[in-house]
C-alpha cells in the first residue's frame, strides 16, 4: 500500500470538504476583497457625446463627475475613478431628447404668446377703463346740452312773443339769446369731438378683442400642440439605462431636460453600477421614474449600498 498516495488523496478531500462547507464564507471574502466598489472603485470611461445634444463634452464630464460625488459623499468612499477604461458612458440622441426639445420649443412659444396675450389683455382693460370715462363725460355733456337748449329754445319762445313790446329789451335779449346760441352750438360742437374721441377708442378696443381672440385660437393651438407632443413620450421611458452584457458594461443616456436633470439621470443609473436596483420610493434616486421633481439617495438606497460595499 502507498501511503504517500493516501495522504494526499486525504488531503484533497479536506481540500475539498474545507471548500464546500465554507464556500459562502470564502465567497463572500473574495467578493468583500475583488468585487467591491469600495475598495476597488468602479472606472468610467466617456464614450459617445452626440452633438444632437448641443452640450460641451467637458460640460459632460463635469455632470457626470457630479453625480459620481453624489454617491461618493453620501457613504463617504471613493466609488469611481475616471479612467480610459472601464463602464462607457455615452449620450444617444433619438426620438425622447428629439421631443424633449419640440416641448421646450412650445414652451417658449407658448410663453411669448402668453406675455402678448396678456400684455393686449391689460391694454384692452385700459381701454375699456378710459371709454367708460369718456362715456361717463359724453353723457354729461349731453345731458346738460339738452338742459341747456330747452331753456334756450324757451326763452325764444318769450322773447318772439314780446318782440313788439319793449324795442330796447328786444335787442338786448336777442343779443343774450344770440349768446347763448354760440354757448349752445360749441356745446354740440364739444359734444361732435367727444364722440369722435369715443369713437376712436371703440375701434381700438374691437381691434384688441380681435387680437385677443386670434391669440387665444394660436394659444388653444399651441397647448394642443404640446399635448399631442407631450402624448408622443411614454409615460415610462426610461431616459437612460445601465448594460452589463458579458462584461461588456455601458450608461446610455438618451434624454434630460437641463443640467440638474441630466446629473439626476447619471446619479440613478450610478446606483445601478453599484448593484442597486429600483426602489418604490418616489423621492428615492433609484425611483424606477426620473421625478420632475428633486430626488436624492434615501437612508433606505444607502442601507442597501452599505450592505453591497460589506460596511454592516
Not at 471574502?29 to 448641443?54: M, Q
Not at 463617504?76 to 463602464?87: A, H, P, T
Not at 407658448?110 to 367708460?132: G, I
Request: aromatic share 12%; charged share 30%; glycine share 2%.
Amino acid at each position: 500500500m502507498n501511503f504517500g498516495k493516501i495522504i494526499k488523496s486525504l488531503i484533497v478531500l479536506i481540500i475539498l470538504f474545507s471548500l464546500f462547507y465554507y464556500k459562502d464564507q470564502i465567497l463572500f471574502n473574495i467578493n468583500k476583497t475583488f468585487f467591491n466598489p469600495c475598495n476597488s472603485p468602479i472606472e468610467y470611461v466617456i464614450g459617445e457625446i452626440d452633438p444632437n445634444f448641443g452640450i460641451e463634452r467637458e460640460d459632460f464630464i463635469s455632470a457626470v463627475k457630479e453625480a459620481e460625488e453624489i454617491w461618493e459623499e453620501a457613504i463617504d468612499r471613493n466609488l469611481f475613478d475616471f479612467s480610459e477604461k472601464g463602464i462607457i458612458i455615452n449620450l444617444v440622441y433619438d426620438y425622447r431628447q428629439d421631443t424633449t426639445f419640440q416641448i421646450e420649443n412650445i414652451d417658449s412659444i407658448y410663453q411669448e404668446d402668453s406675455e402678448s396675450y396678456l400684455k393686449l389683455e391689460e391694454e384692452y382693460n385700459n381701454y375699456l377703463e378710459l371709454y367708460n370715462i369718456k362715456k361717463e363725460e359724453l353723457d354729461l355733456m349731453i345731458s346738460l346740452y339738452d338742459e341747456k337748449y330747452l331753456d334756450y329754445k324757451k326763452e325764444v319762445s318769450i322773447w318772439e312773443k314780446n318782440i313788439k313790446g319793449d324795442r330796447k329789451y328786444s335787442e338786448e335779449k336777442y343779443n343774450q339769446l344770440s349768446l347763448e346760441k354760440e354757448i349752445i352750438e360749441n356745446m354740440l360742437f364739444s359734444i361732435k369731438e367727444k364722440q369722435e374721441e369715443i369713437n376712436e377708442i371703440a375701434n381700438k378696443i374691437n381691434y384688441l378683442v380681435e387680437k385677443i381672440n386670434q391669440l387665444a385660437n394660436v394659444l388653444n393651438i399651441n397647448a394642443d400642440k404640446y399635448n399631442n407632443v407631450a402624448k408622443s413620450l411614454e409615460k415610462e421611458f426610461e431616459q437612460g439605462n445601465y448594460i452589463n452584457t458579458f462584461g461588456e458594461k455601458e450608461i446610455n443616456i438618451y434624454q434630460f431636460e437641463d443640467r440638474e436633470n441630466l446629473i439626476q439621470v447619471l446619479t440613478h443609473e450610478f446606483g445601478h453600477a453599484l448593484g442597486l436596483d429600483h426602489s418604490q420610493d418616489k423621492n428615492d434616486i433609484m425611483y424606477w421614474i426620473n421625478s420632475e421633481e428633486s430626488q436624492s439617495i434615501t437612508s433606505d438606497s444607502l442601507e442597501k449600498l452599505k450592505i453591497i460595499c460589506y460596511l454592516k
